[in-house]
């Protein structure tokens, strides 16, 4: 799944999960065969460490727990054994371990225009100097605006939406030459170097090993 907000968007693969906090208008786009869960809680019980949207890791006890959770349809905390679950889900969640799939997206319109064009063309290799003369602003500005507003340097920000868009193709069956390809790697072991970088696995390993299955 890719969700989308106003501040960015994250790509949530098998065996993963999206913490989204309340109040948070968002959109939801499918890859493949998807098969999802949505657990709700209330405000005051949700860990304080989680108050944006983050794509996090699902242990198998948490897996386990979400789908007993759907199986029996709500939990009431006056039910003592209800009670006990939202407490250990709960304690589940203060201790998940967060996965780098989010792209901050820039609010300053200069650099909004940029990144909806790299956006829309991942495989582009067109400089920022390139980019600015489109855009409004010097690269220099941009440089520090991608800086301060999404904590990653332009040329990080851009490989973060190649890597990004790389798991919504492989998700719908593309190949790894073909990801490569398409968000403008021309060798592959470049791009299997980068993925592996950035998620420590390889991109063969990453839908096939212990990533493999669906929450």
Same mark, same amino acid.
């Given at each position: ?59 198998? +006890?948490?897996?386990?727990?979400? +789908? ?95 890597? +990004? ?51």
């Amino acid at each position: 799944m890719t969700v989308e907000t106003s501040e960015g968007s994250w790509v949530v693969p098998a065996q993963r999960a999206l913490w989204v906090p309340g109040g948070v208008e968002h959109e939801i786009e499918a890859a493949g065969a998807v098969s999802m869960r949505t657990l709700y809680l209330r405000p005051d019980i949700s860990p304080p460490a989680l108050t944006r949207c983050r794509v996090v890791h699902v242990s198998p +006890l948490l897996r386990e727990l979400v +789908l007993h959770v759907v199986s029996l349809g709500y939990l009431d905390e006056d039910v003592p054994p209800h009670a006990r679950l939202v407490a250990v889900i709960v304690d589940q969640l203060t201790e998940i371990r967060q996965v780098p799939l989010e792209l901050s997206l820039p609010s300053d319109p200069r650099a909004r225009r940029v990144a909806d064009r790299v956006r829309a063309e991942p495989a582009s290799h067109a400089p920022l100097a390139e980019l600015a003369r489109g855009a409004g602003a010097s690269p220099r500005t941009l440089e520090r605006l991608f800086q301060t507003e999404t904590g990653m340097s332009f040329g990080r920000w851009r490989q973060q939406v190649r890597l +990004l868009h790389a798991l919504r193709r492989l998700a719908d069956g593309a190949s790894v030459t073909t990801a490569a390809l398409d968000v403008g790697y021309d060798s592959t072991s470049a791009f299997i170097a980068m993925f592996k970088r950035a998620l420590g696995t390889t991109p063969g390993k990453y839908y096939t090993g212990d990533s493999a299955g669906v929450v």
